[in-house]
């Protein structure tokens, strides 16, 4: 209850005051993380680049670990310890008018995932590593803006994600034969997916605040029988200027997920060696906090970091536990 209610603190207190909103300002962007935090001028255009980096660690159920002894016990053959999982992000924006900027996000996945094995007859363990790599699912649409005044604005997010992100993705098993990877290792969704949002900003004289909430609605099954679960975020940040060209900021989120309906057949025999191919266990919840650092440089160029740790996550089954992430940005404005 008290992470719900710091996560709305600062949305309910943006009418405390106000002036007019200063988009030279070090905190006019949001934290890295959020994405379509702002709108642009008309005949503004913004290049951005984005890397992010999920380290995880070990499984959990509910909010219990899954220990050695518990993988041991269990009938499970594969136990995932590692996980990194990195992104990286290239994103265009124009504003055809003061009202309607255009977003486009391409993006570059890495998955590295390492694992125990059980040995065929059931004597110790080994170490297994499985990679995927390649393009994601491209993100297209437009930021709305339907409120502006003094320094406080509001605009709709109205994107859509492209199935360009492959959901084939394979390795080869410990007889050597090719077989599918769990769904986290796969590089998109394989459906067309709504991301509908609404984002709220302010800039007092000393700090700036806002909060975004956003969806992604999956639309139909993909080729193989399956959809991935829907996912809600409520997210607020509060951003401090140490000076003309950098800010502080604080964040929290929470996120939401479904778990997946339909099953990839393939992933089918997998399930019963490994929890992570599991179609009935990908659902859960997450809360974090970040701490970021935006910088303003010459000629529109703007630098951004922020580090982000899980204060809770409670999971529908065995699921990869997140450790942290961490996120660094370059914008240019022009």
């Known amino acids: 209850m008290q992470i719900r209610t710091l996560l709305f603190a600062s949305l309910f207190s943006a009418g405390l005051s106000a002036h007019d909103y200063q988009s030279s300002r070090p905190d006019a962007h949001a934290p890295i993380s959020v994405m379509g935090d702002h709108t642009h001028k008309a005949g503004e255009w913004m290049a951005s680049y984005r890397f992010m980096e999920m380290n995880m660690g070990g499984l959990q159920s509910g909010k219990n670990s899954f220990s050695d002894s518990d993988f041991t016990a269990s009938d499970y053959r594969m136990n995932a310890t590692e996980m990194t999982m990195d992104m990286h992000m290239l994103g265009l924006m124009y504003a055809p008018s003061d009202s309607t900027t255009l977003m486009a996000m391409v993006n570059y996945l890495e998955n590295d995932m390492t694992m125990d094995m059980k040995n065929m007859m059931g004597m110790g363990t080994h170490v ?3 990679e ?4 994601g699912d491209i ?3 437009a930021l709305r803006s339907i409120y502006q005044q003094g320094g406080r604005k509001l605009h709709l997010n109205l994107m859509m994600s492209l199935p360009t992100g492959s959901i084939d993705e394979t390795t080869r098993d410990m007889m050597g034969d090719t077989v599918v990877q769990a769904y986290a290792m796969q590089l998109g969704s394989g459906t067309y997916d709504l991301l509908p949002g609404i984002t709220y900003s302010s800039q007092s004289e000393d700090f ?13 099954e993909n080729d193989r029988d399956y959809t991935l679960g829907d ?19 604080l964040r929290l989120a929470y996120d939401d997920w479904q778990g997946i309906d339909g099953e990839d057949s393939r992933l089918a025999m997998t399930a019963m060696m490994n929890p992570l191919a599991d179609a009935n266990s990908q659902g859960g919840e997450r809360f974090t906090a970040g701490l970021g650092l935006n910088v303003t ?4 160029h703007r630098l951004a970091l922020e580090y982000n740790n899980v204060l809770e996550q409670d999971f529908d089954g065995l699921q990869m536990v997140l450790d942290d992430s961490v996120s660094l940005g370059w914008q240019l404005a022009f």
């Open 128 to 130: 297994m590593n499985m």
């Open 208 to 220: 700036s605040w806002g909060a975004q909430a956003s969806a992604v609605i999956r639309l139909g």
């Open 139 to 141: 993100k297209v649409g």
């Open 297 to 300: 440089l010459p000629s529109g």
């Open 231 to 249: 996912r809600f975020q409520l997210q607020s940040w509060l951003q401090k200027p140490l000076n003309q060209n950098v800010s502080v900021s």
């Open 132 to 135: 995927s790599s390649g393009l």
